[in-house]
């Protein structure tokens, strides 16, 4: 018997588990300007850099397909998946896209996972070019991998915040999770019944924001309309801590971050007092929200915020200071990264 002492992964933490595993990885071509550690990774393809961003979602894990219609689904892969192109302030182009299937599913489902997965192909303008299918006997499983392009003079790192950078937000956080919470609670309510019924009334958003959620896919064309390059951009997918806390790693900074600042939407605070919980949490640990994350320098911030639907959520400061949430009443909270999920 092998009595050696095996590490829970749980002790590594999701960043710390792939730093691990790609830590004895050399790249080996002069071409691959980023590899491991970004949205994407960065590919040299002469006048240009090429794009590359994978996603992995599993059913039980990234979906229950009991309140998850799939055409919603495909909609979503899609999403999650050129969501990290943007956020390398790109443009996506093409997409691949496996999935691994049981016997339990009828053409028809597929022909609506797929039908989802053209309307998303549609509205972000991209070609669906390649994949593979496999059978699977642990439930559906769908990896899409998203390439896309940029300047190279345009392109965004996590990396390059500076101090007393201002931090900016797109749309508002916490909805996706709260429609979460919310399908979840009315699925374990309508389990036993026969016709079940959910009720959804006033709450149409948060769904919306959990099983369809659209990248703010003009903020990079706006951005530079107004002359501004973000110092650095991430697409907020795993919660604002886990993403602020990336980006800090990422550039060697601190960030001061204001809790009435937070973006939520009033449907979101409502849900929240429903249930009994903080909306800050949401904003902070649910994830899923799919709205971007930039820094810009302090001399470029009228100009953005002026673009609307653009929020100052706090700003920069030097590594020694940390990642903090200030409170109203001035109390600093430390941000820390949830484990993995
Ligand atoms: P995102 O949330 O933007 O999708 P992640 O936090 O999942 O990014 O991943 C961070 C970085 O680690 C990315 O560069 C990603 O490509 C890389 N990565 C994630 N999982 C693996 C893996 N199993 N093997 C190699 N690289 C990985
Ligand atoms: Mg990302």
Not at 122 to 133: A, F, P, R
């Amino acid at each position: 018997m092998n009595t050696e002492k095996k590490t829970d992964i749980a002790e590594y933490g999701e960043f710390g588990l792939i730093d691990h595993l790609s830590s004895k990885f050399e790249n080996k071509h002069s071409t691959t300007i980023k590899g491991i550690g970004d949205d994407a990774a960065v590919i040299d393809a002469g006048d240009h850099y090429v794009l590359i961003s994978s996603e992995l979602l599993l059913e039980g894990i990234a979906f229950d397909l009991v309140y998850t219609p799939l055409q919603h689904l495909g909609y979503k892969a899609v999403t999650v998946a050129v969501s990290d192109i943007y956020a390398m302030n790109g443009t996506p182009t093409q997409l691949t896209l496996g999935i691994g299937i049981s016997s339990r599913f009828a053409v028809e489902e597929l022909d609506s996972l797929y039908e989802g997965i053209r309307l998303g192909c549609k509205h972000y303008g991209i070609d669906l070019v390649g994949g593979d299918t496999t059978s699977s006997v642990t439930g559906l499983s769908i990896a899409v991998t998203a390439v896309g392009r940029v300047d190279k003079d345009k392109i965004c790192y996590r990396s390059g915040a500076k101090i007393n950078d201002v931090i900016c937000i797109t749309g508002d956080l916490g909805g996706a999770y709260m429609g979460l919470r919310l399908l979840d609670r009315e699925g374990r309510v309508l389990k036993n019944i026969a016709d079940p019924k959910p009720s959804f009334e006033g709450y149409e958003y948060l769904l919306r924001r959990q099983l369809s959620p659209e990248v703010p896919m003009s903020l990079n064309q706006l951005l530079a309309d107004a002359g501004v390059k973000p110092t650095s951009m991430i697409d907020l997918s795993d919660g604002l801590a886990s993403d602020l806390l990336q980006v800090c790693r990422a550039s060697g900074v601190g960030a001061k971050v204001f809790l009435d600042r937070l973006p939520i939407a009033s449907e979101t605070f409502k849900m929240a007092e429903e249930l009994n919980t903080d909306p800050v949490i949401a904003v902070m640990n649910g994830g899923e929200d799919y709205e971007m994350m930039f820094t810009i320098s302090l001399e470029d911030r009228d100009k953005v915020l002026g673009l609307g639907g653009i929020e100052q959520i706090g700003y920069i400061v030097a590594e020694d200071r940390g990642v903090n949430l200030t409170t109203p009443d001035g109390e600093m909270i430390a941000v820390t990264a949830p484990g993995f999920k």
